[in-house]
Protein backbone atom coordinates (compact mmCIF):
# COMPACT_ATOMS: atom_id res chain seq x y z
CA UNK A 1 0.00 0.00 0.00
CA UNK A 2 1.12 3.36 -0.53
CA UNK A 3 2.67 5.43 2.06
CA UNK A 4 1.02 8.93 1.88
CA UNK A 5 2.11 10.58 5.35
CA UNK A 6 4.85 13.00 4.97
CA UNK A 7 7.56 13.00 8.17
CA UNK A 8 9.19 16.05 6.87
CA UNK A 9 8.84 19.73 7.30
CA UNK A 10 11.77 20.74 5.14
CA UNK A 11 11.18 23.82 3.30
CA UNK A 12 8.53 24.78 4.97
CA UNK A 13 7.92 27.76 7.65
CA UNK A 14 5.78 28.17 10.85
CA UNK A 15 5.18 30.87 13.33
CA UNK A 16 4.13 30.16 16.88
CA UNK A 17 3.04 32.26 19.49
CA UNK A 18 3.59 31.67 23.16
CA UNK A 19 6.81 30.22 22.27
CA UNK A 20 9.01 31.60 25.01
CA UNK A 21 7.76 28.91 27.54
CA UNK A 22 5.96 25.82 27.59
CA UNK A 23 4.03 24.32 25.14
CA UNK A 24 4.76 26.81 22.42
CA UNK A 25 8.33 26.50 23.00
CA UNK A 26 8.01 22.33 22.85
CA UNK A 27 6.05 22.70 19.57
CA UNK A 28 8.59 25.21 17.96
CA UNK A 29 11.60 22.80 18.98
CA UNK A 30 9.11 20.00 17.61
CA UNK A 31 8.71 22.04 14.41
CA UNK A 32 12.08 22.62 13.82
CA UNK A 33 13.39 19.72 14.51
CA UNK A 34 10.84 18.05 11.31
CA UNK A 35 13.09 20.92 9.22
CA UNK A 36 10.94 23.82 9.77
CA UNK A 37 12.08 27.27 9.87
CA UNK A 38 10.19 28.79 12.55
CA UNK A 39 9.40 32.38 13.65
CA UNK A 40 9.23 32.56 17.55
CA UNK A 41 6.99 34.80 19.45
CA UNK A 42 5.98 36.15 22.61
CA UNK A 43 6.84 39.18 24.88
CA UNK A 44 9.75 37.91 26.97
CA UNK A 45 12.40 38.76 23.57
CA UNK A 46 15.64 37.38 25.80
CA UNK A 47 14.01 33.90 25.91
CA UNK A 48 12.64 33.36 22.41
CA UNK A 49 16.36 35.06 21.53
CA UNK A 50 18.30 32.40 23.15
CA UNK A 51 16.25 29.46 22.41
CA UNK A 52 16.42 30.98 18.34
CA UNK A 53 20.13 30.58 18.72
CA UNK A 54 20.09 27.26 20.37
CA UNK A 55 18.09 26.24 17.91
CA UNK A 56 20.22 27.59 15.19
CA UNK A 57 23.06 25.44 16.39
CA UNK A 58 21.46 22.45 16.14
CA UNK A 59 21.20 23.28 12.40
CA UNK A 60 17.60 24.59 12.08
CA UNK A 61 16.45 28.12 10.37
CA UNK A 62 15.06 29.88 13.54
CA UNK A 63 13.99 34.02 14.05
CA UNK A 64 12.52 35.70 17.13
CA UNK A 65 9.92 38.29 17.26
CA UNK A 66 8.89 39.90 20.15
CA UNK A 67 5.21 40.39 20.05
CA UNK A 68 2.20 40.75 22.24
CA UNK A 69 -1.00 39.13 20.66
CA UNK A 70 -3.13 41.72 21.87
CA UNK A 71 -2.13 44.02 19.39
CA UNK A 72 -3.22 43.07 16.12
CA UNK A 73 -0.11 45.81 14.54
CA UNK A 74 2.13 43.32 15.95
CA UNK A 75 1.25 40.41 14.52
CA UNK A 76 0.90 41.96 11.38
CA UNK A 77 4.47 42.65 11.48
CA UNK A 78 5.25 39.23 12.84
CA UNK A 79 3.51 37.72 9.68
CA UNK A 80 5.26 40.36 7.58
CA UNK A 81 8.96 39.44 9.52
CA UNK A 82 8.16 36.04 8.93
CA UNK A 83 6.99 36.05 5.00
CA UNK A 84 10.43 39.15 4.57
CA UNK A 85 13.25 36.26 6.36
CA UNK A 86 11.50 32.59 5.24
CA UNK A 87 9.89 33.50 2.04
CA UNK A 88 6.36 32.30 2.97
CA UNK A 89 4.62 30.89 6.07
CA UNK A 90 3.13 27.22 5.71
CA UNK A 91 1.64 26.85 9.51
CA UNK A 92 0.32 29.35 11.90
CA UNK A 93 0.12 28.29 15.32
CA UNK A 94 -2.08 30.15 17.87
CA UNK A 95 -0.71 28.85 20.94
CA UNK A 96 -0.74 32.32 23.68
CA UNK A 97 -2.51 31.85 26.39
CA UNK A 98 -3.33 33.13 29.80
CA UNK A 99 -5.36 31.33 32.50
CA UNK A 100 -5.78 33.74 36.15
CA UNK A 101 -8.53 31.31 37.47
CA UNK A 102 -10.73 32.59 39.70
CA UNK A 103 -14.35 31.90 40.97
CA UNK A 104 -17.40 34.15 39.48
CA UNK A 105 -18.51 35.09 42.84
CA UNK A 106 -14.83 37.01 42.99
CA UNK A 107 -15.96 38.99 39.76
CA UNK A 108 -11.94 39.84 39.05
CA UNK A 109 -13.72 41.43 36.00
CA UNK A 110 -10.10 42.56 34.67
CA UNK A 111 -8.90 38.92 34.67
CA UNK A 112 -11.70 38.03 32.55
CA UNK A 113 -11.29 40.71 29.94
CA UNK A 114 -7.67 39.81 30.00
CA UNK A 115 -7.95 36.41 29.23
CA UNK A 116 -10.35 37.25 26.66
CA UNK A 117 -7.70 39.70 25.06
CA UNK A 118 -5.22 37.09 24.80
CA UNK A 119 -7.26 33.96 24.51
CA UNK A 120 -9.90 35.18 21.84
CA UNK A 121 -8.16 38.67 20.65
CA UNK A 122 -4.85 37.37 20.55
CA UNK A 123 -6.31 34.20 18.04
CA UNK A 124 -7.99 36.48 16.02
CA UNK A 125 -5.42 39.00 15.53
CA UNK A 126 -2.97 35.92 14.60
CA UNK A 127 -6.20 34.15 11.67
CA UNK A 128 -6.33 37.94 10.32
CA UNK A 129 -2.95 38.71 10.32
CA UNK A 130 -1.79 35.51 8.29
CA UNK A 131 -5.12 35.01 6.47
CA UNK A 132 -4.43 37.41 3.83
CA UNK A 133 -0.90 35.46 2.84
CA UNK A 134 -2.43 31.83 2.98
CA UNK A 135 -5.48 33.05 0.99
CA UNK A 136 -3.19 34.35 -1.28
CA UNK A 137 -0.89 31.14 -1.52
CA UNK A 138 -4.26 28.41 -2.03
CA UNK A 139 -2.69 26.96 1.32
CA UNK A 140 -1.56 26.96 4.89
CA UNK A 141 -2.28 25.63 8.32
CA UNK A 142 -3.93 27.27 11.45
CA UNK A 143 -3.37 25.25 14.62
CA UNK A 144 -5.52 26.80 17.46
CA UNK A 145 -3.98 25.77 20.85
CA UNK A 146 -7.67 25.34 22.40
CA UNK A 147 -8.22 23.12 25.67
CA UNK A 148 -9.93 20.12 26.84
CA UNK A 149 -11.65 23.57 28.89
CA UNK A 150 -13.46 24.33 25.62
CA UNK A 151 -15.49 21.27 25.80
CA UNK A 152 -16.29 21.44 29.59
CA UNK A 153 -16.44 24.26 32.08
CA UNK A 154 -15.01 23.32 35.38
CA UNK A 155 -15.43 25.62 38.74
CA UNK A 156 -13.17 28.87 39.01
CA UNK A 157 -12.47 28.16 35.32
CA UNK A 158 -15.55 29.63 34.15
CA UNK A 159 -14.34 32.40 31.89
CA UNK A 160 -10.85 30.65 30.85
CA UNK A 161 -13.40 27.80 29.39
CA UNK A 162 -15.48 30.45 27.53
CA UNK A 163 -12.51 31.79 25.56
CA UNK A 164 -11.61 28.28 24.85
CA UNK A 165 -14.62 27.41 23.64
CA UNK A 166 -14.47 30.34 21.59
CA UNK A 167 -11.23 29.17 20.25
CA UNK A 168 -13.31 25.90 19.29
CA UNK A 169 -15.65 27.52 17.53
CA UNK A 170 -13.66 29.77 15.44
CA UNK A 171 -11.29 26.21 14.35
CA UNK A 172 -14.66 24.64 13.34
CA UNK A 173 -16.16 27.82 11.78
CA UNK A 174 -12.62 28.17 10.19
CA UNK A 175 -12.99 24.60 8.22
CA UNK A 176 -16.35 25.58 7.24
CA UNK A 177 -15.19 28.97 5.32
CA UNK A 178 -11.97 27.78 4.28
CA UNK A 179 -11.33 24.30 3.99
CA UNK A 180 -12.68 22.81 0.60
CA UNK A 181 -12.74 25.97 -0.95
CA UNK A 182 -9.37 27.20 -0.39
CA UNK A 183 -7.61 24.53 0.90
CA UNK A 184 -6.13 25.96 4.21
CA UNK A 185 -6.14 23.41 7.39
CA UNK A 186 -7.44 24.36 10.84
CA UNK A 187 -6.67 21.89 13.99
CA UNK A 188 -7.83 22.71 17.32
CA UNK A 189 -5.39 20.86 19.53
CA UNK A 190 -7.39 20.34 23.55
CA UNK A 191 -4.75 19.55 25.61
CA UNK A 192 -5.68 17.91 29.25
CA UNK A 193 -3.51 19.38 32.44
CA UNK A 194 0.20 19.94 30.91
CA UNK A 195 3.17 21.13 33.43
CA UNK A 196 4.08 24.30 32.24
CA UNK A 197 4.56 27.57 33.77
CA UNK A 198 0.09 28.14 33.17
CA UNK A 199 -0.41 27.34 36.57
CA UNK A 200 1.67 30.49 37.89
CA UNK A 201 -1.09 32.89 35.98
CA UNK A 202 -3.22 31.88 38.25
CA UNK A 203 -3.75 34.89 40.79
CA UNK A 204 -4.87 32.95 44.09
CA UNK A 205 -2.34 31.65 46.39
CA UNK A 206 -4.42 29.26 47.43
CA UNK A 207 -6.16 27.94 44.37
CA UNK A 208 -2.52 27.46 42.55
CA UNK A 209 -1.96 25.31 46.06
CA UNK A 210 -4.99 23.37 45.29
CA UNK A 211 -4.25 22.17 42.17
CA UNK A 212 -0.20 21.52 43.15
CA UNK A 213 -1.73 18.99 45.43
CA UNK A 214 -3.74 17.38 43.42
CA UNK A 215 -1.54 16.63 40.68
CA UNK A 216 0.73 16.11 43.10
CA UNK A 217 0.50 12.03 42.73
CA UNK A 218 -0.60 11.83 39.08
CA UNK A 219 0.83 12.28 35.69
CA UNK A 220 0.48 15.59 34.26
CA UNK A 221 1.29 15.63 30.58
CA UNK A 222 4.94 17.49 29.30
CA UNK A 223 4.61 19.86 26.84
CA UNK A 224 6.31 17.82 24.13
CA UNK A 225 3.40 15.37 24.87
CA UNK A 226 1.43 18.23 22.89
CA UNK A 227 3.95 19.22 20.53
CA UNK A 228 3.82 15.21 19.29
CA UNK A 229 0.03 15.81 18.82
CA UNK A 230 0.76 19.00 16.64
CA UNK A 231 2.93 17.51 14.71
CA UNK A 232 0.40 14.59 13.68
CA UNK A 233 -1.85 17.57 12.39
CA UNK A 234 1.10 19.17 10.45
CA UNK A 235 2.36 16.09 8.69
CA UNK A 236 -0.89 14.42 7.89
CA UNK A 237 -1.77 13.70 3.97
CA UNK A 238 -2.75 17.46 2.30
CA UNK A 239 -6.25 15.67 1.94
CA UNK A 240 -6.22 15.21 5.79
CA UNK A 241 -7.60 17.65 8.16
CA UNK A 242 -6.91 16.49 11.49
CA UNK A 243 -10.09 19.09 13.34
CA UNK A 244 -9.76 18.35 16.76
CA UNK A 245 -6.59 16.72 18.80
CA UNK A 246 -7.87 15.90 22.92
CA UNK A 247 -4.95 14.79 24.90
CA UNK A 248 -5.02 14.66 27.96
CA UNK A 249 -3.58 12.81 30.70
CA UNK A 250 -4.43 9.18 31.49
CA UNK A 251 -4.62 10.42 35.46
CA UNK A 252 -7.18 12.70 34.41
CA UNK A 253 -10.67 11.36 34.34
CA UNK A 254 -12.70 14.87 33.11
N1 LIG B 1 -0.78 23.93 30.69
C1 LIG B 1 -1.98 23.38 30.55
O1 LIG B 1 -2.43 22.57 31.37
C2 LIG B 1 -2.82 23.72 29.34
C3 LIG B 1 -3.95 22.92 29.09
C4 LIG B 1 -4.76 23.22 28.01
C5 LIG B 1 -4.44 24.29 27.19
N2 LIG B 1 -3.34 25.04 27.45
C6 LIG B 1 -3.08 26.18 26.56
O2 LIG B 1 -1.80 26.05 26.01
C7 LIG B 1 -1.32 27.33 25.64
C8 LIG B 1 0.12 27.48 26.15
O3 LIG B 1 0.10 27.42 27.55
P1 LIG B 1 1.29 26.77 28.42
O4 LIG B 1 0.67 25.74 29.28
O5 LIG B 1 2.43 26.41 27.56
O6 LIG B 1 1.62 28.00 29.38
P2 LIG B 1 2.92 28.91 29.55
O7 LIG B 1 4.13 28.09 29.76
O8 LIG B 1 2.54 29.91 30.60
O9 LIG B 1 3.03 29.63 28.13
C9 LIG B 1 2.17 30.67 27.75
C10 LIG B 1 2.84 31.41 26.61
O10 LIG B 1 1.96 32.45 26.18
C11 LIG B 1 2.71 33.64 26.04
N3 LIG B 1 1.88 34.81 26.19
C12 LIG B 1 1.07 35.15 27.23
N4 LIG B 1 0.51 36.35 27.01
C13 LIG B 1 0.96 36.77 25.79
C14 LIG B 1 0.76 37.92 25.01
N5 LIG B 1 -0.05 38.92 25.41
N6 LIG B 1 1.40 38.02 23.82
C15 LIG B 1 2.22 37.04 23.40
N7 LIG B 1 2.46 35.92 24.09
C16 LIG B 1 1.83 35.80 25.28
C17 LIG B 1 3.80 33.54 27.09
O11 LIG B 1 4.94 34.30 26.69
P3 LIG B 1 5.35 35.74 27.21
O12 LIG B 1 4.94 35.83 28.65
O13 LIG B 1 6.83 35.77 26.98
O14 LIG B 1 4.61 36.69 26.33
C18 LIG B 1 4.15 32.06 27.01
O15 LIG B 1 5.09 31.83 26.00
C19 LIG B 1 -2.31 28.34 26.22
O16 LIG B 1 -3.18 28.78 25.20
C20 LIG B 1 -3.06 27.52 27.24
O17 LIG B 1 -4.37 28.03 27.47
C21 LIG B 1 -2.52 24.77 28.49
Same mark, same amino acid.
Given at each position: ????????????????????????????????????????? #??????????????????????????????????????????????????????????????????????????????????????????????????????????????????????????????????????????????????????????????????????????????????????????????????????? #??????????????
Amino acid at each position: MENTSSSSLTGKVAVVTGASSGIGRAVAGALAAEGAAVVLA #ARRRERLEDDARELQGSGARAVAVQTDVTSLGEMRALVARAVDTFGRVDIFVNNAGIMPLSPLTEARVEDWTRMVDVNVNGVLHGIGAVLPHMLERGSGHIVNVGSIAGRRPFPGGTVYAATKFAVRCLSWGLHLELGAEHGIRTTDIQPGYVDTELIDTVPDAAAREAWAERWADKRALQADDVAQAVLYAVTSPPHV #AVSEVLVRPLDQPT
